[in-house]
Nanobody, 123 residues
Framework: QLQACGGGLVQPGGSLTLSCAVS????????VAWFRQAPGKERVGISC????????YYAESVKGRFTVSRDNAKNAMLLQMSSLKPEDTAVYYC??????????????????WGQGTLVTVSS
């Protein structure tokens, strides 16, 4: 019901845009989020957007470099990533749910998940 794509290999300093398509008529959510999981590390929330109000959140590690946006007509969410660093290398997941404000960064707050797309930043 969520499908993420757009990952790949990019050089440090480069840019990449991820897309998350949301399908299914019975999904109950008001926030769509991006998480990432580096090898051997836990999954962490890096950005999210409210589908009704457009409010956004960014983790400090990506603020100023990543931009999240939504296309409600297409039920899709984009994550534009620029100035990529090797430490951005991870599997990126999109998720949807109804998190409370204090829990928007926690994976447990989201009911629906995409399959993940790998982003590798390396020269």
């Amino acid at each position: 019901q969520l499908q993420a794509c757009g990952g790949g290999l990019v050089q440090p300093g480069g840019s990449l845009t991820l897309s998350c398509a949301v399908s299914g008529r019975n999904l109950d959510y008001n926030v769509v989020a991006w998480f990432r999981q580096a090898p051997g590390k836990e999954r962490v929330g890096i950005s999210c957007i409210g589908i009704n109000d457009g409010n956004t959140y960014y983790a400090e590690s990506v603020k100023g470099r990543f931009t999240v946006s939504r296309d409600n007509a297409k039920n899709a969410m984009l994550l534009q990533m620029s100035s990529l660093k090797p430490e951005d290398t991870a599997v990126y997941y999109c998720a949807a749910g109804r998190p409370i404000t204090s829990e928007i960064r926690r994976a447990r707050s989201y009911e629906y998940w995409g399959q993940g797309t790998l982003v590798t930043v390396s020269s």
